[in-house]
């Protein structure tokens, strides 16, 4: 049996959220106590007052001596001194002066301290020669938080600085809520474990490895993980075990409705499935379930897919088994550099590389499939469009931002020679088209067009390379973003890299610089205008090129 | 003797980083392989290339047919199926296609997938209505990434994201940097240890608490810590113990330059101190020495110029000694709603409260020291201003931000009745002037103002509280943000929080609302105007009003 998910029916991935949860009622899985030093990145099951005022007295900010402010300028008496960490109830008569530890109480009455390099001394005379200013070096009782204040709520994720705020009012434990135990299972006849050596027809499986990283670095405990078999019955047997001893469990692949896809099959013959499909690119195929009363969640085999559901869903779902106060990503707002369009019916994620001009943020969104864990994991962010919609080149865009990377950049034609110079640039060597919009919107150090891309163009050196061709039958051609795909008719397959044409020797007509294939016949030359934004670029490049 | 730390002659964290990086040539501590799948949060000691092409063949990214495009729309002969995982080496003729899975192998000559569901099947022969287009439903060979291409960068690093795409590429084992052992020592007299009775004048040790989580948070192991008394010889004997063992120790404590600040003597009779003081704020009585040339650090004891350290100063040394590629923290553009004002002479660090609005950040400053973990811990970022520096209100600043807080906002006036009924708000209880700022800016859901400091407001509820004083002498006052503050003359303290006022009763002259006090002759009455954003808090206050 073969059902379809028709993209039309399917929910978005909030709807389904909202109909899981309705469903299964998630909750909190138990409390428990613990130091203060095991308490970072736990999610504390209460609200935390504090127990006292902070600071608990009024204390000097300085070494100095205390007085009254009125008082100043002036010579005052010395009457005592009061050290750090030492109890003292004084009070100061007219024009006494009492001396202070930075840290040490300071007598009721005084009304400022001044610093004992603003000072002279004679005998117990203290010469003071500025006028101070009310409060001037003292730190009230209770002037950083008073007694009662909320320092710590139930739902939130405790920080060093938390931590640091309750060791500073004097609260040692902590309750926090336990951590869901999560299992994970992957299937699939094609996968092979990382590390041995790949067969033809095969990938290596990545699932399991990201999703053990992603979960245990958001705080959950991946009790297990294992891989089966495309074989029913295994899974069968896997996931009931898995169940013994889980909160939840996580399977990849066989997800779909095709007639191998076992894990849904498994899955409605143990529990219920609740949603099946997602409005959602990539992910769509995804199961939210129940087995036994615990949540089982099926995630698509393609590795961006779990990724995306693990990050827009598993990760909210599992907030409210840790108790979590769910805390979206952070997102940046940034221009777009090119056009996107989003699937007709689905929510669509898109990877992004992001550039910083003027403190302004720039994002180039990249052609991408779902299977891309290298693009993906190679942008600096993603952004997500609504069904059917089309962002315009220039607009602004929301991007859920991974990280910042401040590396000088190289952006356009792939030339090897070049390329294997710049150890220190960030790469983006995706052709013309992606170069020209880097020029346009004054990013990128080193940015190579290609003239049979864009004639036009002029830079700071050019470089010719003599293209090649090599061997008979189909052609191989390049994405429509590299200038040698402008050379290049009815292809039968199209390269994103020019450096994989080198896989079709001997196989196809293969249409190359001859930086990247050795040997063919030469039909053309291409220049590549190379433009480059500071001088220190510039010295590399020339001394390269003489 | 008592030494002092002239601002004028100090340096900044970034000088004295330089310098300290110059006499001490911190290096990464060695390298050693580790599983991908403990990988996470490491650091790679090395640059890896893919080793394969990803995908390592060109598959279908659906389950349907392998055609050549051209052909469509057309009639086609089924000539055999490709499962997943499965090698076979078909070329397909003319008006041929071959069934294939999602992620199966196509035949080297197809240019395209038909998708089972926009096909019919008669016997052998597969109808096809749609024209495909060149490439559709096929991931290329290497379309992701070709062979060679970097995925992982010494100094990187490592998240799950990379885990999956090492993975992917077939890599189970990466080198990564050792841990940087650190070892932590606090001093002070005056500090409790959290969890035991306070004594008077003295206040709880929250330093080594912070640098322990933070540290760790950081990927670092912290290999233990003790506190000592003010003690010459027992901080002696307890660094050079810790020397031993740690690669890097850093104190607390002790660091200025008077005669009871031991640390300072130790390390210069042990070592050698590199730089002493900084032009920095909070932190100035940094050190940064090296003992047995191993790097030692001296923190001042206050907990918010440890935690200003740590960030600016420490974490950057630390992330050579990891080996570390350094990324700073993120930042956000946000308006400025209220004037900031650097210390004279020293890079000054103030702790900001944000608030979005229309996807806009504003920044609200808050009076600050350095002991105010409570303040630093609540606040969501922090902003630099350089020495000298004035801001005004409107202007544009860089944020480094700590967290997003999205609760619903009360900001204003302390009015304890109110604010215990409102769970769910982040409180902000500050006085008048934030809450002003928050109307100019539109921010804030329930914003309390009262007529004592701006009497022209007007506002959805009003509540009219009593002002009763109570007791004789020493007037307590509160601090200039408070409307409250308007009806003290020369007051003997001035509070933050009107309810701190309760620790003075019976010891002077208190003011303050008989919500916050039960008696005291009335005085006057103040009224509290409130605005509130939303009807749900509307109606939630009208059910408490009522």
Known sequence: MRAILDDKNLLSAEEALKIYINSTLPRPLGEEEVDILNALNRVSAEDILSPIDLPPFSRSTVDGYAVRDSETPGEFKLIGKISIGEYKEVRIKEKEAVEVDTGAIIPDNASAVVKVEETEKNGDIIVVKKKMRFGENIGWLGSDIPRGFEILRKGEIITPEKIALLAAVGIRKVKVFKKPKIFIITTGDELIEPGLPLAKGKIYESNSFYLYAKLMSEGYDVIGYTHVKDDKSAIKSELEKALQKADIVILTGGTSAGEKDYVHQVIRELGKIIVHGLKFKPGKPTILATVNNKPVIGLPGNIVSTIMITERVIIKYLSILAGKEFADQYQVKATLMNDVKADKNRYTYVPVYLFIKNDKYYALSVPFDSYMIGTFASADGYIGLEPGKELKEGEEVLVYIKRIDLRPVYIGEEEPTILKELKEFRKIPLGSFPALKALKYGI????????????????????????????????????????????????????????????????????????VINEGKEITKEELVIIVSKNEYKSKLKTFFE
């Open 444 to 515: 990128g150090d080193i940015v190579v067009i290609s003239k049979l891309y864009e004639s036009s163009v002029a830079g700071d050196f050019t470089f010719t390379r003599k293209i090649l061709q090599n061997g008979e039958g189909d052609k191989i051609g390049y994405h429509e973003w590299i200038g040698l795909s402008k050379l290049i008719d009815s292809p039968s397959i199209r390269l994103r890299y020019i450096s994989l044409s080198v896989n079709f020797l001997g196989r196809a007509t293969v249409i190359a610089p001859a930086t």
